[in-house]
């Protein structure tokens, strides 16, 4: 389960387009902060992708991207030229191809790397779902966890909501601002569709007779849609945004993120995954519902400013600056998979966040002040600087942000948990760990 914001130059602080997505997947799913650089194929063959290997194009962008471990495709990511894009899971009365397809992560990953703006993107994910469908497997232990896909997409100009069926697709050119989370939110306007989008739900009997067409009341599937209370994260992201009209920058785009719905949160208080800064919690509702990586985009026409964490939940995290041009990023260590280990940036987190699992008021409060007044420093400094500065500070804010993990970890677990987590909470936590090695 995911949830993803933009907030259009209208509505934002200076005029640039702030986009932020948590990408929410298993526990013990790590995923991976990458940047690719530029390529050229004068002879270009077929790409590999996590299950389909399709044809490779002559020219190749520079990606920045958060990859779970496992697949080829990418979570959410953006290119040298500003274009950023997250994906969400969603459930639909359309059939689910379980293998030989591409899944949505493959898509995005592809759109970035041959799409010059927002428009592109669109369209080349459009004709990848003509040309080869979507599907397959997208679990990491649950293997029976497959869907659909919709997109945001954005540039310094524009942005773009697209959501799918199987190979049938409606989208919209974004106003202001957009939130999608895992459910279909198209209704009865929208201003590009497959040609066959509206007959087809006529001809399955999803379309009454004089009813007018809504997207998301034909194509969506009632129970997986209903149960990952997608409805409620993307009312409130859309709450947030709209309460800091005029506001919204970076910073404001963090604190989004984070969100709780409330002060001294509980991951163990609620049984779906209705929060937009998500904690795995049960098998049953809550299993694919980690936030594992975060992503934030600063989209002007002469810069673009990104915000990763390359860690699990935001709440616990800390946002390190990016930019192309600086020589790609830092060394984050191996490249990680389902097993502990600590030279890994994302594992070496997990335990400072597994540690404030155990009684998230108490614990987190023990350091979000300096968490905050870090980001603070790196957001005053990424205000304005140079390419060689853009570098150094990179490079500062990950070694930085190294050193501040270990010495959280240290102090987190050496305060006490009051109110510590009990029950199938504790349980289900304790199994994630014991198999991870942590």
């Known amino acids: 389960m995911c949830d993803t914001f933009v907030a259009l130059p209208s509505i934002t602080a200076d005029g640039s387009v702030v986009f932020g997505k948590n990408s929410d997947r298993e526990p013990n799913e790590a995923q991976a902060l990458e940047y690719y650089p530029a390529r050229y194929h004068s002879a270009p063959g077929k790409v590999q992708c996590t299950y389909l290997a399709v044809p490779q194009v002559k020219e190749i962008y520079a990606i920045i991207i958060g990859r779970p471990f496992w697949m080829w495709g990418a979570e959410m990511g953006a290119n040298e030229k500003g274009v950023v894009i997250g994906n969400e899971a969603v459930w639909t009365r359309m059939p689910l191809a379980k293998t030989n397809g591409l899944t949505g992560m493959d898509l995005l990953r592809l759109a970035l790397e041959r799409s010059a703006t927002a428009s592109n993107a669109l369209e080349t994910i459009v004709d990848l779902l003509a040309d080869f469908g979507q599907g397959g497997i997208c679990g990491y232990e649950d293997k029976r966890m497959a869907y659909h896909n919709s997109f945001l997409i954005a540039d310094p100009r524009e942005a ?5 069926a199987g190979h049938l697709w409606a989208a919209v050119k974004i106003k202001d601002y957009y939130s999608i989370s895992n459910g279909l939110s198209i209704g009865e306007i929208f201003d590009e569709s497959h040609p066959r989008l509206i007959e087809n739900a006529r001809q399955k009997g999803w379309l009454k007779k004089g009813a007018s067409f809504h997207f998301a009341r034909c194509y969506s599937d009632w129970f997986y849609t209903t149960f990952s209370a997608c409805h409620g994260r993307r009312q409130r992201s859309t709450e947030l945004i709209k309460s800091a009209r005029g506001r919204i920058d970076a910073a404001l785009a963090m604190d989004i993120l984070r969100d709780h719905h409330g002060a001294d949160y509980r991951p163990d208080s609620h049984f779906l995954g209705n929060r937009i800064c998500a904690h795995a919690a049960n098998k049953l509702s809550r299993n694919a519902c980690q936030t594992t990586g975060s992503l934030i985009a600063d989209l002007k026409p002469d810069i673009q400013t990104f915000w990763a964490t390359g860690t699990a939940a935001p709440c616990t995290s800390l946002f390190k600056p990016i930019w192309f041009g600086a020589n790609g990023l830092p060394d984050s260590g191996p490249a990680p998979d389902g097993t502990y280990n600590d030279a890994t940036m994302w594992w070496h987190h997990e335990k400072l966040h597994r540690a404030v699992l155990t009684d998230l008021p108490t614990r987190l409060g023990c350091y979000v002040e300096q968490r905050d007044e870090l980001e603070k420093k790196w957001l005053d400094k990424a205000e ?22 270990g010495e959280w970890i240290k102090h987190v677990q050496s305060v006490s948990a009051p109110k510590p987590i009990i029950g199938r909470y504790h349980r289900y936590w304790k199994g994630k760990n014991k198999k991870a090695g942590i």
Request: net charge negative; charged share 20%; no cysteine.
């Open 160 to 164: 773009w909501v697209l959501e799918t």
């Open 384 to 405: 304005n600087i140079s390419a060689q500065q853009q570098s150094e500070l990179i490079q500062t804010a990950f070694r930085q942000a190294r050193i501040e993990t």
